[in-house]
């Protein structure tokens, strides 16, 4: 047994990529995969897909007829990328004061509102779920396999009868988003607080410690990074259980509804349902941005974190 | 043992373990007294139930017969007043502490001040040298220092007992030697009396007053060699003509207590520990 794998199993911290240098890097890469997209998106697009016609509301009719003719790349299935990005600049309906754009931002802060705090109750509630199994073999054994078949249940079909029970309102979004964002933090919180080395729990029976001081010094503090890895999962199911959560219930102002108006009007504005997802996407991405500066700071000192 | 009452007393202890088809016995019949302040070795094969026998002088394990007292009560009751420092083979440093917040978490769970915690932790920090690292974290730290840490956590609530199990047997032979010296140091400063469990002939040899020798299958106490060898013992010590025969002392009960058919089952450690003389 080396000294490193001694101090209770963990990794020690290899060279990061943090500091000013790493975050440029980190996010030149990115603008590189977004223009990499962008060029290839489009340039399906020229090869197989409409003639260009204008340029965010520029006309634009260069002499150029596509290659090939392939159905899924033409314009009403594949908007061009700055139909799309125009699209947020232009009015969200025919007769609407506001630009897609600020509907979309108003959308997200609704839905992320929802999302964080069914987040937030799935997170409380998976942990407290793990605390009880990791102290009784015998609740493990009987509730575990409910558990696991609640997560086989498809959530749009659970969401209706939630809505029914809970009501039509964001109580029924919260309870669909926590319970998507449990079963992660359950199955990783176990495996963490089981995680510590277990002559550390010889070394706490010593000091004739009750559990609590064993939860709370030992147990809990070794579960942080299997928590955290958890944590990101369900920050981007909350965001789904949030979508999906406001279907049913018809609650306006969400990206759930917007998904469902734009839906309908794709014949006429591809664009704007292309807009939504990609709100919904990077809604998605902040929620686990923060969860994993938090695990940044929270889990200073211990291993190196990665990019996921 | 000049009349002194014992800090540890065990009366006909045996253990039996549950295996698949009945029981196998881990110790048998033990009767053992130390008396404060001693250092007492616990040798044997693998297999002996030495560190068995410590966890149940500990209480980490009860015992399925005989009689444990510590300071003068059950051992139970000894664990609950928090009368013995543990320190295991490998440090079992927690990882989000720094070495200082490692040395402190016993007296934060027995809720010392913190001004006390602070002020115990810096002396028991500068007892094992390691003042200097107090705000490093264990895996910026060497096996060694390591283990100088737990031994420094072990003390810090200044237990009457201290256990240790196999504490310097994953370190190489050279810090072992220097951990050795470390402890006798710590051990004459602080008048701690202390259990250790060892494969390793002369390390047993060097630190203890006494060496209690086991026997496998099922664990039994075969001798007890008194170590009259003088202190401080230092390096010269290790040189010493009488050192070498207590070595030879040790080997040869462990070897009495072996079968021929074990002799394959030794371990590399008894074997490669001796020095050559």
């Given at each position: 047994m080396t000294a490193a794998s001694a101090t209770l199993g963990?990794?020690?911290?290899?060279?990061?990529?943090?500091?000013?240098?790493?975050?440029?890097?980190?996010?030149?890469?990115?603008?590189?995969?977004?223009?990499?997209?962008?060029?290839?998106?489009?340039?399906?697009k020229w090869i197989a897909g409409d003639p260009w016609r204008e340029?965010?509301?520029?006309?634009?009719?260069?002499?150029?007829?596509?290659?090939?003719?392939?159905?899924?790349?033409?314009?009403?299935?594949?908007?061009?990328?700055?139909?799309?990005?125009?699209?947020?600049?232009?009015?969200?309906?025919?007769?609407?004061?506001?630009?897609?754009?600020?509907v979309l931002i108003d959308a997200a802060i609704f839905t992320g509102r929802s999302a964080v705090l069914g987040f937030a109750a799935g997170a409380i509630f998976g942990l407290i779920l793990a605390i009880v199994f990791v102290h009784s073999a015998l609740l493990e054994r009987a509730l575990v396999p409910y558990v696991i078949a609640s997560q086989t249940v498809p959530i749009v079909a659970l969401a209706p009868m939630i809505v029914l029970w809970v009501g039509r309102d964001w109580g029924s979004v919260v309870l669909v988003s926590a319970?998507?964002?449990?079963?992660?933090?359950?199955?990783?919180?176990?495996?963490?607080?089981?995680?510590?080395?277990?002559?550390?729990?010889?070394?706490?029976?010593?000091?004739?410690?009750?559990?609590?001081?064993?939860?709370?010094?030992?147990?809990?503090?070794?579960?942080?990074?299997?928590?955290?890895?958890?944590?990101?999962?369900?920050?981007?199911?909350?965001?789904?259980?949030?979508?999906?959560?406001?279907?049913?219930?018809?609650?306006?102002?969400?990206?759930?509804?917007?998904?469902?108006?734009?839906?309908?009007?794709?014949?006429?504005?591809?664009?704007?349902?292309?807009?939504?997802?990609?709100?919904?996407?990077?809604?998605?991405?902040?929620?686990?941005?923060?969860?994993?500066?938090?695990?940044?700071?929270?889990?200073?000192?211990?291993?190196?974190?990665?990019?996921? | 043992m000049t009349g002194s009452p014992p800090i540890v007393r065990l009366g006909s202890v045996g253990?039996?373990?549950?295996?698949?088809?009945?029981?196998?016995?881990?110790?048998?019949?033990?009767?053992?007294?130390?008396?404060?302040?001693?250092?007492?070795?616990?040798?044997?094969?693998?297999?002996?139930?030495?560190?068995?026998?410590?966890?149940?002088?500990?209480?980490?394990?009860?015992?399925?017969?005989?009689?444990?007292?510590?300071?003068?009560?059950?051992?139970?009751?000894?664990?609950?007043?928090r009368d013995y420092g543990m320190v295991f083979q490998a440090p079992v440093l927690f990882d989000w502490r720094t070495i200082e917040q490692n040395v402190q978490l016993p007296l934060e769970i027995?809720?010392?001040?913190?001004?006390?915690?602070?002020?115990?932790?810096?002396?028991?920090?500068?007892?094992?040298?390691?003042?200097?690292?107090?705000?490093?974290?264990?895996?910026?730290?060497?096996?060694?220092m390591q283990q100088r840490a737990a031994i420094a956590r072990a003390l810090a609530f200044e237990p009457k007992l201290l256990l240790m199990d196999e504490p310097f047997g994953a370190l190489d032979e050279m810090t072992r030697e220097r951990m050795n010296d470390e402890l006798l140091r710590i051990w004459e400063r602080t008048g701690t009396t202390i259990v250790f469990v060892t494969h390793s002939i002369p390390e047993a040899v060097f630190l203890s007053s006494r060496v209690v020798v086991m026997s496998?299958?099922?664990?039994?106490?075969?001798?007890?060699?008194?170590?009259?060898?003088?202190?401080?013992?230092t390096d010269p010590t290790r040189e010493s003509e009488r050192y070498f025969e207590l070595v030879t002392a040790v080997r040869e009960a462990l070897r009495s207590e072996r079968g021929a058919e074990d002799l394959g089952a030794l371990d590399a450690a008894e074997i490669t520990g001796e020095p050559l003389a």
């Open positions: 963990r990794r020690a911290p290899t060279v990061s990529a943090h500091g000013l240098g790493g975050m440029l890097r980190g996010a030149a890469s990115f603008v590189a995969v977004i223009a990499l997209l962008v060029i290839a998106w489009e340039a399906a340029v965010l509301g520029v006309p634009f009719e260069p002499p150029h007829v596509p290659w090939l003719d392939i159905k899924q790349l033409n314009d009403q299935n594949l908007p061009h990328v700055w139909e799309i990005v125009g699209a947020y600049f232009r009015p969200a309906t025919r007769n609407s004061d506001f630009t897609l754009g600020a319970y998507l964002t449990f079963f992660p933090v359950t199955i990783a919180a176990v495996r963490g607080l089981a995680s510590p080395d277990p002559r550390a729990l010889e070394l706490m029976r010593s000091y004739a410690t009750g559990w609590w001081h064993v939860l709370w010094k030992v147990r809990f503090p070794a579960a942080l990074p299997y928590l955290f890895t958890a944590f990101k999962i369900s920050a981007t199911a909350s965001v789904v259980g949030a979508i999906v959560g406001e279907e049913p219930t018809g609650i306006r102002g969400g990206l759930g509804r917007a998904i469902l108006q734009f839906n309908e009007q794709y014949i006429s504005g591809p664009e704007k349902l292309w807009a939504t997802v990609f709100a919904c996407a990077v809604l998605g991405i902040t929620l686990f941005l923060i969860v994993r500066v938090a695990e940044t700071l929270v889990l200073r000192g211990r291993s190196a974190p990665s990019d996921l | 253990k039996q373990f549950a295996v698949a088809g009945g029981s196998t016995v881990a110790l048998e019949g033990i009767e053992l007294a130390i008396a404060a302040g001693e250092f007492v070795s616990l040798i044997g094969p693998s297999g002996c139930g030495k560190s068995t026998l410590l966890r149940i002088i500990g209480d980490l394990i009860r015992p399925s017969s005989g009689t444990v007292e510590v300071n003068g009560k059950p051992a139970v009751r000894a664990r609950r007043d027995m809720n010392t001040t913190r001004g006390d915690r602070a002020r115990r932790a810096a002396e028991m920090l500068d007892l094992v040298e390691l003042a200097d690292f107090r705000r490093h974290y264990p895996w910026q730290l060497s096996g060694g496998r299958r099922p664990g039994r106490i075969t001798h007890v060699i008194d170590v009259d060898l003088p202190r401080p013992r």
